[in-house]
């Protein structure tokens, strides 16, 4: 019974190539724009999910008000993370990272100038997932004056991966040691670097200043512990370490700065909130806008709707051309069932087509959609991993919802009025078809509108 509504159905569609090329291609194009919204909407909510401990890593912000001026920071005071370890239970371990700026490597007879590049503790790759291919990740970064470089980077420079013991002559003629290669970090991280320095080379790393903020603190707590308890501590940890210095330099107790309006505070952040959530002062790199997320999966879910709206309007309006067909096969003894999974069946076959071309061209628009959104997306087996059965899905469920009207439409006609043109009469002034077409082009405004 299947195999025969598959045959009827593309005989049907063959028979109405205008028709069918139309539906096909109208589906398709909406279905490509919500594919690639899709992928960027993916992209951006899986920023740092990579890490294998991602739900226990915590990035440490801080709130500083003094007097009318208020700034939030990205970035904490330098002995906080080793407090932080040594003095809660909780916290199974601490990293800081700091921004490197920039610096000139040798290359044959070229200085190349490099900015990607950070001065991070040894414990970044217990805390962080960053996969090491050569090298020890216990004492890659315990000495000075080393540094970690990704797999990229080593071939940029030596023209093959495994490099450790060799080393990168930096500004003044400064040799530093490979004492490690890693992947490349992935490209959602809400941190880059190709260079990693150990953060021993940088004297301030060693600094008791509890007044001043430059580095990056990362909290990896403990499994089963609750951050927010950690975080309720952090005003009498201020106060502790604090008082005594801001009496020394401000040349006033704690109590008398919050008196005067001013205030110190920390807060914790999880990891894979800061892409979309935090655009704070000494952020590492560009973050994204949640409120971006939110635009383009509205758009998303629009230009599908505008899809399938369009699938309804074109299968309605051809009511009087199949009118005769439903009132032959009704006369000849078929069931109403019969007919509306006849009709669903043109529907799913048309979307099964139409998904199929919108993967095409997907793949074909990415590398212009990638230079406009400044991605950097691509079709891989990952990708199919999801894709597939995703596809799947979206046949079933867009063919379903498209055809489902004109299936129990068309599938209603009574011979009676088939023969008398009524179908054929009546429809034209049809209210649905009249609300269908001012829905989609009302969202095509909206659309239009909006951007």
């Not at 590492?284 to 999966?297: A, D, H, M």
């Not at 299968?315 to 009132?327: I, W």
């Not at 950097?376 to 991993?385: G, I, M, P």
């Not at 489902?404 to 209210?431: E, T």
């Amino acid at each position: 019974m299947i195999k025969n509504y598959i045959k009827t159905a593309f005989r049907t569609l063959q028979k109405n190539k205008g028709f069918t090329a139309i539906n096909v291609l109208g589906l398709a194009l909406g279905l490509a724009a919500c594919l690639l919204i899709v992928f960027y909407v993916f992209d951006e909510l899986s920023y740092d999910r990579y890490n294998t401990k991602a739900d226990r890593i915590y990035r440490v912000n801080e709130d500083l008000k003094l007097g009318d001026n208020r700034v939030q920071y990205a970035v904490c005071m330098p002995p906080l993370a080793k407090t932080l370890k040594a003095d809660f239970p909780d916290v199974e371990n601490t990293v800081r990272i700091k921004g490197g700026g920039g610096m000139h490597v040798k290359k044959g007879d070229e200085n190349i100038l490099e900015y990607s590049m950070i001065f991070a503790d040894p414990s970044l790759f217990d805390v962080f997932t960053l996969p090491i291919l050569y090298g020890n990740k216990a004492t890659a970064l315990t000495d000075p004056n080393t540094v970690v470089i990704t797999e990229s980077t080593a071939k940029k420079y030596f023209n093959r991966v495994n490099v450790v013991g060799e080393s990168l002559i930096t500004d003044g003629n400064k040799p530093l040691k490979i004492t490690a290669v890693i992947k490349d970090i992935p490209e959602q991280s809400h941190f880059h670097a190709d260079f990693i320095l150990s953060m021993v080379s940088f004297p301030d790393s060693q600094s008791n200043e509890w007044l001043r903020s430059d580095y990056n603190t990362y909290v990896l707590m403990r499994p089963g512990a609750d951050y927010k308890k950690l975080e309720a501590q952090f005003p009498q940890l201020l106060r502790r370490y604090s008082g005594e210095q801001m009496q020394q330099e401000l040349k006033m107790s704690y109590d008398t700065f919050e008196k005067n309006g001013s205030f110190f505070r920390m807060n914790m952040m999880p990891l894979t909130d800061i892409h979309l959530h935090s655009n704070q002062t000494g952020e590492l790199g560009t973050n994204g806008t949640e409120q971006y997320v939110y635009i383009f999966s509205a758009i998303a879910i629009f230009i599908l709707l505008i899809a399938c709206v369009n699938f309804m309007n074109l299968s309605t309006a051809r009511s009087s051309n199949r009118a005769k067909e439903v009132g032959v096969r009704k006369v000849l003894g078929s069931a109403r069932k019969y007919l509306v999974m006849q009709f669903l069946s043109e529907s799913i076959i048309i979307t099964l087509v139409a998904v199929i071309i919108a993967i095409f061209l997907a793949m074909a628009l990415l590398p212009a959609f990638n230079q406009l959104s400044g991605k950097n997306l691509a079709f891989t087996s990952h990708t199919f991993v999801w894709l597939v059965p995703s596809a799947i899905i979206a046949v079933l469920f867009i063919g379903f919802l498209a055809g489902l009207y004109p299936a129990f439409f068309l599938s209603a006609f009574q011979p009676i009025d088939v023969l008398k043109g009524k179908i054929a009469n009546g429809f034209k002034g049809g209210r649905l078809r009249s609300f269908l077409v001012v829905f989609q082009f009302s969202i095509s405004i909206i659309l239009i509108v909006g951007l």
